[in-house]
């Protein structure tokens, strides 16, 4: 039999972006609140639909490029300069997702140094930097006294897991140098563990396992007095994208 497209229902693909950064010693995420049907009003993932001529990644690039001015670097390392590491998340795929139609999302986790205000773009009306803790409240997220309701579609499922991939990936791999500006201090680099833990940790033990680790961390030469205090000194990230030993994650 010849194939009929026709034959089969209606079917879209979309990416939605779990776009992740520290604010002011807080994990957050870039939130949008929806211009458009359906959720209109709601604050939700940025992420659109992909287009016929271009393949995930380049969707993904894309939607981060529009919503960030950033450029998505290569995943196999840290993010350098005007970049920002992108790495594809999950699939979603329930088929009440999304009530227009049946739309699969493949999201994508997005990480980079503390970023300005972000820009509106597509359906949506606003945007803004939110704390992960109150966009994933169970009451649901709101500002300046507005009604708090949850994230549209499954998104907070989305942040949920993106999270999560950003606090077990800093355990092994060097990705906590993507939330690093190009040169950084072990104390930048510290409170870039806690904001994505959120946990506290001891300075002299951080200090001692992250400059013993082979490959993690490369020494620049230079100092900062930019905390305040006697000169820190500057390192960068090093060639190692998985770390041993693992900087494992405090039990709290």
Known sequence: MPYDPSAFPPFAVT???VVLTVRRHAL???????????????????GGF??????????????????????????????QGNGA????????????RDPRMRV??????????????????????????????????QGGYGRDGEKAAPLAFDHAQILADGVERARSKIEYSSLATAFCPTEFTVGELRRVYE??????LDPRNFHRKVTGTPGFLVPTGGT????????AQLFRAGGATLLNPPMLRPEV
């Open 85 to 96: 590491h992108l790495e594809q998340l999950a699939t979603y795929g329930d088929p009440k």
């Open 104 to 137: 699969v999302s493949v999201a994508h986790l997005a990480l980079a140094p503390d970023l300005p205000a972000p820009r509106a773009g597509g359906d949506a009306n606003s945007a803004r930097w939110a704390p992960v803790e109150e966009l994933l409240r």
């Open 15 to 17: 990416v939605d972006l």
């Open 195 to 200: 904001a994505v833990w959120g946990v506290a």
């Open 28 to 46: 957050c995420a870039l939130a949008v609140r929806r211009g458009e049907q359906p959720f209109q009003g709601r604050w939700a993932l940025p």
């Open 50 to 79: 992909v287009r016929p001529d271009e393949d995930l990644g380049q969707a993904a690039a894309r939607e981060l490029a529009e919503e960030t001015g950033l450029r998505a670097h290569d995943p196999s390392a840290p993010a």
């Open 224 to 231: 900062t007095t930019r905390q305040g205090g006697r000169p």
